[in-house]
């Protein structure tokens, strides 16, 4: 299988970081787009939206969008399920992946305005309109904390790539001070050896 993808971006962090928790990356190439430009010729190929992550299958059918290519991943392992089946976990685990990924978009969205115009086009209410979904969406998690604290699933992975993401945006956003048992969670997350793997240092 061959992943599109891009260092920094949360969606395909999520992919990465489920492949390496169920021990199947040496199953995937991951293919790091080097550019935007780069972006723009090739994704469209694959994704007609031109986001990545996107996977290409090895009878070459594709999949994107990284709750389908999460799931899917899920059935290639025999260990416990990221996408439970029991309702009762079912439910509140995508909705966990829903939000973090909510929260994750707000990251993108508001990075975009504040990074990728020029300067006189910068509009911060609209930063701050973005922002505040972030801040809503990790007050909400902090007070569901222990939803995080059991087995690995898809919520708490998309949660740890989310933050992530804020985290090398908006470095100075404060959340761990309003959010304190999210930050000792998420610093214990960061720890594990699929998030230092895909740990980056550049802008995407
Ligand atoms: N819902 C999608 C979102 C994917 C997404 O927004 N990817 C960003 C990078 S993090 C992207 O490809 N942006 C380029 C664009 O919007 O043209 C998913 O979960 O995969």
Redesign the pocket.
């Known amino acids: 299988m061959k992943l599109y993808a891009?260092p920094?971006?949360?969606?395909?962090r999520?992919v990465r970081v489920m492949a390496r928790e169920i021990e199947i990356v040496d199953q995937i190439e991951e293919y790091m787009l080097a550019s935007?430009e780069e972006?723009?010729s090739e994704?469209p190929k694959y994704n007609p939206?031109?986001?990545?992550?996107a996977l290409i299958l090895d009878n070459d059918d594709v999949l994107?969008?990284?709750?389908?290519?999460c799931e899917y991943l899920d059935t290639l392992h025999d260990g416990d399920k990221y996408f439970p089946s029991d309702p009762a976990k079912r439910w509140p685990t995508l909705l966990l992946q829903g939000l973090a990924?909510g929260i994750?978009?707000a990251v993108?969205a508001a990075a975009m305005n504040k990074y990728m115009r020029p300067d006189e086009f910068v509009y911060e209410p609209a930063i701050d309109f973005q922002l505040e979904k972030v801040e809503r969406g990790l007050t909400d998690i902090e007070s569901r904390i222990e939803e995080l604290q059991g087995p690995l699933n898809i919520g708490s992975l998309s949660t740890a790539c989310a933050i992530d993401?804020l985290n090398f945006r908006f470095p100075d956003q404060g959340w761990r001070d309003r959010n304190p048992n999210l930050a000792a969670w998420f610093e214990d997350f960061s720890q594990r050896p699929s998030m230092k793997a895909t740990n980056f240092d550049m802008p995407?």
Not at 8 to 12: D, E, K, L, T
Not at 49 to 53: D, S, T
Not at 64 to 69: F, H, M, R
């Open positions: 891009r920094a971006s949360p969606f395909a999520k935007p972006m723009q994704v939206l031109g986001k990545i992550p994107y969008d990284s709750k389908v290519i990924d994750g978009e993108i993401y995407s």
